[in-house]
């Protein structure tokens, strides 16, 4: 399997622009993550899938952002308006249910967002 | 809510040492808990996971171990080679749900 595949690998964008980004999780995993990774405040959660559907999205820093799972293979996660703050990079990652399998979480490469 | 902590948030050692990362949590109702390798600008790479059931997981020079009822897990590192230097990442997973630390920060210098 090619792994978690995230696009784009680096966005730069100016405030006020929409953001979107792309995530392919690992064939046959039902739990999807989004995370964002900043040194102020470490990794966090911002929503998470199973299934397809989101499950606990209280993770989201404000109504600027959303995410989407249409079908198994794909998801996006929205930023409109972009600001500087929202600069960071941000991670997908999926797995199969601890209850089923190992549970092991794998990671796509990020994509960093800029916001000037 | 779930709480890791891991300890040192820094190390830098001399090629060769042996050594001993931390992990803690505060919720021992866990499914596993993972141990990931990042370098600089790279995605989370997985070395080693636990299963609740188990006590230590073990590759190469890399061992982990897992003590759910004081609630810490220990990352030993043997024979440290610069190619090590990276942060490295401890998940907890309760509720579905993954919970990471801080990291520790780890230089191997020649």
């Known amino acids: 399997d090619a792994g978690v595949i995230q696009s784009p690998r680096h966005e730069v964008t100016e405030m006020g622009q929409e953001v979107t980004l792309r995530c392919k999780p690992i064939s046959g995993h039902d739990y999807l993550f989004w995370y964002r990774q900043t040194m102020m405040r470490g990794l966090e959660l911002l929503i998470y899938f199973n299934n397809n559907v989101p499950i606990d999205d209280s993770g989201m820093p404000e109504d600027r952002f959303s995410a989407k799972m249409p079908n198994a293979s794909f998801s996006t996660l929205k930023i409109q308006p972009s600001e500087p703050r929202d600069s960071a990079v941000y991670f997908c990652a999926s797995s199969f249910s601890p209850e089923q399998g190992t549970g092991e979480l794998f990671f796509g490469e990020g994509s960093r967002l800029t916001v000037l | 809510k779930q709480e890791v902590t891991q300890i040192p948030a820094a190390l830098s050692v001399p090629e060769g040492e042996n050594l001993v990362l931390n992990c803690s949590f505060t919720?021992?109702?866990?499914?596993?808990l993972q141990w990931f390798r990042q370098d600089p600008g790279k995605g989370l790479t997985s070395l080693l996971l636990i299963q609740s059931s188990q006590r230590e997981q073990t590759s190469g020079r890399l061992n982990a171990s897992l003590d759910k009822s004081s609630g810490r897990s220990t990352l030993y590192i043997a024979a440290s080679q610069p190619g090590d230097s990276a942060t490295y990442l401890c998940?907890?997973?309760?509720?579905?749900?993954?919970?990471f630390g801080r990291g520790t920060s780890l230089i191997v210098h020649p």
């Open positions: 919720d021992s109702a866990i499914y596993n």
């Open positions: 998940a907890v997973r309760r509720s579905y749900i993954p919970t």
